[in-house]
Structures are given as structure tokens and as C-alpha cells.
């Protein structure tokens, strides 16, 4: 009775024995696992554990550390696409606009050739004249226009469209005019300029006709500032030049008529 007392006091002692083991391995492989986790060393461990233990912290450390240099790879060509991407959205966004500035110059450029043939196939001057002002409130959208032509040095307003104020005409002796220069003439463009009604938000364009030389006129053109583009300005330019020549052709055409007649 007494051995098996003995006994079952020893398996009960063995069973306690075995649980603290259990509970001491069940800490430290927690431990151990902390540790790993934090890529920590760690000296106070079995030595049987101790070699597998380092070999897996240097493993992870390492893997950790390609893992970083990924990481910031893959942030420095997300930072390089990010500028790439950028400047194609850029470069997009220059081309759409190249692109809508080449089709307003070419649809400009076929509207100036049309009026330019309509006016130099007639030799009215008074219809010339007409067709042009329209040509200019198509095209470019000006508020108000108006055309002045010399007439035996007298510079006389021939037609507006839009209001103006006639101020009445300029004139000089033709013998005033045969000393004037590109520069008179400019100065007294100009002058009729400021008796124009405009605002602060108008800008008026003054475009001389001129053909090999030979002063014709002068065409004002009045338009808000912020809606007076390059392009208005270029075809402003183009057509006061046809303008000029079709001017030109009806006065010596009325001149040859006139000796005729004579």
C-alpha cells in the first residue's frame, strides 16, 4: 500500500514537474517570439536554441533590409513617374493648344484669302470698303471700326460701323504732304486716335494703309482688351494689307476713268 502511495506521489510530483516545464517553454518561446519580432539579440536563452535563434534574427534582418531597399525603390520610380507623368500632361496640354492655334490660323488664313479675293475682283470702292468692315466684325469680333482715306490731302472718314464720333476731316496742302514721313503720318493716326469713345477695358488698334509707299488711310479698330488676341492682331494685319491693295487698284482705276472722260 505504502509503494503505491509512493508512487502515485511520485507521478503527481512528475505530472507538476512536466506543467512548470511546459509553462516555462510556453514564456520563453514567447519570449523568443517577441524577440524575433523586434529583430532583437537575445543572450538569456537555452543553448540548444541559442544558434537557430541568431541564424533567424540575421535572417529576418536581412530580409528586412531588401525588403527597405525596395520599398524605397519603389518610391523613388513612383517619385519618377510622378514627374514623367506630369510632363506628359504638360506636354499633352501645350500640344492640344498648338493644335487649336494652328486650326484658328489656317480657318483665318482661308477667311482672309476668301475676302481678299472677293475685294480685289471689283474696283467699287464703296463696295470694297463695305465687304472689309464686315470681314474685320467676322474674323476677329471688334466692337466698332472705321476707315479714313486721304482724298486731295484731305484724310476723310469714308464709313464706320459700330458708334463714332466724326470729329470732321484733316487736311494739308499737297505740297505739306509730298515732305510728310511714315512718322508724320503716324503722329496724325494717332491724334484722331484720342478723340475715339473707348473705356479703360478697350484697346484700339490703328492700322495704317500703305501700298509701296503710298499712303491710302488708315483703319481704327476698337476691342475689349482681354478678347484682343495675337491672332486677331495677325488677321487685323493681313487684311488691312489687302484692304490697301483693292483700295488702291479702285482709285486708279477711278483716276483712268476720269481721264477717259476727259
Known amino acids: 500500500m505504502e509503494y503505491i502511495l509512493i508512487i502515485f506521489i511520485a507521478c503527481v510530483l512528475a505530472?507538476?514537474?512536466?506543467?512548470?516545464n511546459e509553462r516555462k517553454?510556453?514564456?520563453?518561446?514567447?519570449?523568443?517570439?517577441e524577440k524575433i519580432?523586434?529583430?532583437?539579440d537575445h543572450l538569456d536563452i537555452r543553448e540548444e536554441l541559442k544558434e537557430s535563434y541568431e541564424e533567424t534574427v540575421i535572417d529576418l534582418r536581412f530580409?528586412?533590409?531588401?525588403?527597405?531597399?525596395?520599398?524605397?525603390?519603389?518610391?523613388?520610380?513612383?517619385?519618377e513617374l510622378s514627374v514623367t507623368y506630369d510632363s506628359l500632361l504638360k506636354k499633352s496640354a501645350q500640344l492640344e493648344y498648338s493644335n487649336e492655334e494652328l486650326e484658328k490660323k489656317v480657318a483665318n488664313l482661308s477667311n482672309i484669302n476668301a475676302v481678299a479675293r472677293t475685294v480685289l475682283s471689283t474696283l467699287e470702292l464703296d463696295k470694297i470698303i463695305g465687304v472689309i468692315l464686315d470681314a474685320y466684325f467676322v474674323l476677329t469680333g471688334v466692337k466698332k471700326i472705321a476707315i479714313y482715306l486721304w482724298n486731295k490731302g484731305e484724310l476723310e472718314l469714308k464709313q464706320t460701323k459700330g458708334k463714332f464720333i466724326n470729329?470732321?476731316?484733316v487736311s494739308y496742302s499737297l505740297e505739306e504732304l509730298e515732305q510728310f514721313t511714315r512718322n508724320d503720318y503716324k503722329k496724325i493716326y494717332i491724334q484722331i486716335?484720342?478723340?475715339?469713345?473707348?473705356?479703360?477695358d478697350d484697346s484700339i488698334v490703328i492700322s495704317n494703309l500703305v501700298v509701296k509707299g503710298k499712303e491710302l488711310g488708315v483703319i481704327y479698330i476698337v476691342e475689349d482688351k482681354d478678347k484682343l488676341s495675337y491672332s486677331d492682331e495677325a488677321t487685323i494685319s493681313a487684311l488691312a494689307i489687302q484692304v490697301a491693295i483693292a483700295i488702291n487698284n479702285a482709285l486708279i482705276y477711278s483716276e483712268l476713268i476720269i481721264k477717259e472722260r476727259l
Open 37 to 40: 519580432g523586434k529583430r532583437e
Open 193 to 200: 486716335s484720342k478723340s475715339i469713345e473707348s473705356t479703360e
Open 15 to 20: 505530472i507538476i514537474i512536466l506543467k512548470r
Open 63 to 79: 530580409q528586412d533590409s531588401k525588403l527597405n531597399n525596395s520599398v524605397n525603390e519603389l518610391k523613388g520610380f513612383k517619385e
Open 25 to 33: 517553454n510556453i514564456d520563453e518561446m514567447h519570449t523568443l517570439i
Open 167 to 169: 470729329i470732321g476731316n
